[in-house]
């Protein structure tokens, strides 16, 4: 395999995989962030609600009252605040002693979240049907009577946002694989070019150009190395030059002394 070719793939892989890694820590923490900014708005317009149903507590005088008609009185204020705060997308129920006094969600919430009886407050995501739903529920006594309210709210469109997020993300890590593997081969060739003609003025060298030499001044390690090998070439050169003059002068001594021993002869 090149070396370009190998440099480039194990870049690639590293860059991928941290881009991969920081894109999927984003998306897990805005995921995160989106779903817990639903459930707190969740419970604080649950909040609001059980505060605007606690007046009767001010403004009432049915402490005296038998059960069922303060049942009906909660369940009459209930209605009424319901009613101005339903929308398509948020219902509100009422549940006391364990039955539905007020409820026109499509879920049934007491089942979905049933309500400890210590517990003040919970939460829950539930999908019904392809939506997703979220369950807010609090427990109060209003007119010494205990009760819980809960709130159905579709929230597909944070889900929605969720996903949309998702899918910007792989986006991007498509954008920079196909930007990476066409930038990352160009550079890295231009980068070891210096190597290619290293490797080609080694083999001119090896076939007898002894004369050739890189002359590459990078001030970097491939300049370094290629002043090395001009270096080496230089030294070589110069042996072989002096290897060569040594023959030649040798060499009328030895046709003299083979003369001189064939006229003996």
């Known amino acids: ?18 881009v991969s890694m920081c894109l999927y820590h984003f998306v897990a923490q805005e995921t995160d962030q989106l779903i817990q900014q639903a459930i707190q708005s969740g419970a604080r317009d649950t909040a609001v609600f059980c505060d605007h149903l606690s007046t009767l507590e001010r403004t009432s005088t049915a402490y005296d009252m038998d059960i069922i008609t303060r049942q009906a009185l909660i369940q009459y204020t209930f209605s009424t605040y319901a009613h101005l705060l339903q929308t398509g997308d948020c219902t509100w129920s009422l549940v006391m002693d364990g039955q539905y006094y007020y409820n026109t969600a499509s879920c049934q919430p007491m089942e979905t979240l049933p309500m400890a009886e210590d517990a003040v407050a919970a939460s829950r995501i539930v999908e019904r049907g392809g939506t997703h739903l979220l369950i807010s529920a609090q427990t ?19 889900y929605q946002h969720i996903n949309d997020l ?16 066409v930038l ?34 990078a001030d ?12 080496m070439a230089d030294t070589v050169e110069q042996k072989i030059a002096d290897l060569e003059d040594t023959a030649r002068r040798r060499s009328p001594t030895r046709g003299a002394a083979w003369a001189t021993s064939t006229t003996a002869g």
Not at 1 to 18: C, D, E, G, P, R
Not at 140 to 158: C, D
Not at 166 to 181: E, F, H, K, V, Y
Not at 192 to 213: F, M, W
């Open 140 to 158: 109060m006594a209003v007119l010494q009577t205990p009760l819980t309210v809960y709130r159905a709210a579709n929230i597909e469109s944070t």
């Open 166 to 181: 998702t899918r910007a993300a792989q986006l991007s890590l498509l954008g920079c694989l196909l930007l990476c593997g």
């Open 184 to 217: 990352l081969p160009l550079m890295l060739r231009k980068t070891l070019a210096p190597l290619r003609k290293l490797a080609q003025i080694s083999d001119k060298i090896a076939c007898g150009a002894y004369e050739l030499r890189v002359n590459i001044s």
């Open 1 to 18: 395999m090149k070396l370009w070719l190998k440099q480039t793939l194990v870049t690639l892989a590293v860059i991928l995989l941290s």
């Open 220 to 231: 970097n390690e491939v300049g370094e190395l290629a002043r090395a090998f001009d270096h």
